[in-house]
């Protein structure tokens, strides 16, 4: 309210500041005329001032603040100040004739007024984005940059990167100095924005990078406010050579990835990883669907150290739940998220829970006390070849660790369970995509049966720079300075980035919400897939690296063909043949079966976890593929029973 009072009397003062010199100024000539009428003027003079503070208070005007004075308000200061002016002569005109009032002095006051309001606030607006430097001639030569400041090259629209330069001059803390914009609009160059000089378009980018890296002043950064892997005119050879340059690539942070420390929002510029530059373009999705169903809410991660696990926490918290619970096996990959979710989110109320999902009754015990809303459940052996070579473990983690992680969830009153699977499920050829496959059969299972809790299956492919993934391991042959290792010149994979998969998994789980129940048979299958694009050769992928580290593929880098591993197939597929997909949202492709299938009986399971016990791995294969027969041909199957309603429930968590 004082601050209102004080723009309210400033506001006053300009006016009656206004009327005043207009007067004086149209007295020039006829001095002692206009002195006569001095006096009976202040009444009128006192009568504008009025009418002006009224006018902004009628229309809200003195609420906006200054420091943020936008065209908008200036506009609103000319509707402001001619309105009063009219109603000042409709008023004197009514008592008097407007006998004694100069329609000069009238005029004149209009323009003052509207100067001195709308020159307060600019300055005020300049002040806080420290602008005025700008009156100042240049001192020394314009191309040097200070110390402690680097040269940023902008890549974009010049609409965002105005809008990035006017935050930029606002921030204290701001490192960088634009040393030019590379536009996406040919029309736009050899303009100034802010200072900025617009050196061209993406047309001509080699040139620009020409220049401006044999040129000065220094290159140090280069912000894409574009998708750099979707924009037409950038390739791997003009990002090569920036990394080559050692200038970092950076891009505005995403909503998911802002958080607080100390009540400050985090540094709104993150570096652009290689994966990112790999992927392709992005799927662009709403939030509000994403913030619905996460904000508020109690979440329980397993596998929460893990590339996927962590970055459903990272994005989760960033959504506003109410409390997330972060399950592992791993020590030291909980130590790591837990401490990074403290320093991004350190209001959130969180838990770290040491836990191994094989044990049945402490994942129970834990998912009872932490009641979870939602459970999202990505712990899981995942290694193709280590799974394969370890199939008693991939069974009682990927088939029986997921049933415990199902039980436990109906045991807590879960709303909502979330299995994420493989594209390598589809017809598996390998252990590790057989006990995903039959991993996926136990959700399916638990669906049919009467609970609070809805499950549901979320399936995709590849993910770049997960644990394991093929391009941390190109990286680092890469910077050995090769040979780079492809397996076969033909093989091809689905493949996108880490938070992008995450957020189509969240979408998919809130389009999923939208239905009046999820249960099997009704309007939802339970089973989605992420639309992965197309399916991008291997080969391809490491001749795109090593461009991106400035090297030429095959002179420089040598790439080497090491033959498919066991278990390995050359293409993969989201959806089988007994399968049938529709789309249900930007992304995310809803999977129903062509005909029912029978799912994985309590006895079944029992008897494949006593045979992975007694650690056989042949006879945990043979088993395996088995039952995965089983599902594919349901004639030979005794009906729809998948669940022996004899035993309890907890019999088997007891096991």
Not at 134 to 151: F, K, T, V
Not at 337 to 347: M, S, T, V
Not at 522 to 540: A, C, F, Q, W
Request: proline letters at 5%.
């Amino acid at each position: 309210m004082s601050m209102r009072l004080a723009k309210n009397a400033a506001r006053g003062c300009f006016a009656l500041l206004a009327f005043a010199l207009a007067y004086a100024l149209t007295a020039v000539g006829e001095i002692e005329t206009h002195l006569a009428l001095l006096a009976p003027m202040l009444p009128v003079a006192g009568l504008y001032t009025l009418i002006a503070v009224g006018m902004d208070v009628a229309f809200r005007t003195d609420r906006s603040a200054w420091r943020f004075t936008s065209l908008a308000d200036v506009i609103a200061i000319l509707r402001n100040s001619t309105l009063a002016a009219l109603t000042l002569l409709l008023l004197v005109f009514i008592f008097e004739r407007a006998i004694r009032l100069p329609r000069s002095t009238l005029v004149m006051t209009w323009l003052l007024d509207i100067g001195f309001v709308t020159g307060a606030r600019l300055i005020r607006r300049a002040l806080h984005e420290r602008s005025l430097g700008g009156l100042l001639p240049p001192i020394g030569h314009a191309a040097e940059l200070p110390h402690d400041r680097q040269g940023l090259l902008i890549i974009g629209g010049v609409d965002e990167a105005e809008a990035f330069l006017r935050a930029q001059a606002k921030d204290r803390e701001s490192r960088f100095s634009p040393i030019g914009i590379v536009a996406l609009a040919a029309g736009d160059a050899g303009r100034e924005v802010r200072g900025a000089p617009v050196l061209g378009d993406l047309t001509g980018l080699s040139d620009i990078l020409d220049r401006v890296l044999a040129g000065s002043p220094r290159l140090d950064a280069a912000l894409f406010l574009c998708d750099p892997a979707s924009t037409p005119g950038v390739t791997a050879e003009h990002l090569g050579r920036l990394k080559a340059a050692r200038a970092h690539l950076l891009r505005p942070s995403r909503i998911t990835e802002l958080g607080e420390a100390d009540g400050e929002a985090r540094s709104a510029l993150v570096s652009i990883s290689v994966e990112e530059l790999l992927a392709r373009p992005t799927v662009r999705l709403d939030a509000t669907e994403i913030r619905k169903l996460v904000s508020g809410q109690r979440v329980l991660v397993t596998g929460a150290g893990g590339s996927i696990g962590s970055e459903i926490c990272r994005q989760v918290a960033a959504l506003g739940c109410a409390h997330l619970s972060m399950l592992d096996a791993s020590e030291f990959a909980l130590f790591n998220i837990h401490r990074e979710l403290g320093d991004a989110h350190p209001r959130l109320e969180r838990r770290d829970i040491l836990c191994d999902i094989r044990n049945a009754e402490r994942l129970r015990a834990w998912a009872v006390a932490e009641k979870p809303d939602i459970v999202f459940h990505a712990a899981a052996l995942k290694h193709v070849t280590l799974v394969e070579n370890h199939p008693c473990e991939g069974v009682l983690t990927n088939i029986v660790g997921t049933w415990n992680v199902a039980e436990a969830a109906r045991a807590a009153g879960a709303r909502r369970m979330v299995f994420i699977s493989t594209d390598k499920a589809v017809e598996p050829s390998c252990v590790m995509g057989a006990t995903k496959r039959l991993a996926e059969t136990v959700v399916q299972t638990h669906r049919e049966r009467a609970s609070r809790t809805r499950f549901s299956v979320v399936r995709f492919g590849n993910v770049l720079g997960s644990a394991g993934s093929v391009v941390p391991i190109f990286k680092s042959q890469i910077e050995r300075g090769g040979p780079v290792t492809v397996t076969h010149p033909d093989v091809e994979r689905f493949f996108m980035t880490i938070p992008e998969a995450v957020q189509l998994v969240l979408h998919a789980v809130a389009k999923c919400e939208q239905a009046p129940d999820g249960r099997a048979g009704e309007d939802r299958s339970g089973v989605y897939v992420l639309d992965m694009g197309k399916p991008v050769k291997i080969l391809d992928l490491a001749r795109r690296m090593i461009e991106l580290h400035g090297h030429v593929p095959g002179r420089d880098v040598p790439i080497v063909f090491t033959g498919l591993k066991p278990g390995e197939k050359l293409t993969e597929s989201l959806v089988d043949e007994s399968e049938m997909a529709r789309p249900c949202g930007p992304g995310v492709i809803e999977v129903t079966q062509r005909r029912p299938t029978p799912g994985l009986t309590w006895t079944q399971l029992l008897s494949l976890e006593a045979i992975a016990r007694r650690g056989d791995p042949d006879d945990v294969r043979a088993s395996i593929f088995e039952l995965l027969d089983r599902a594919r041909d349901p004639l030979g199957a005794p009906g729809r029973r998948t669940w022996d309603d004899d035993r309890p429930a907890a019999a088997f968590a007891a096991q």
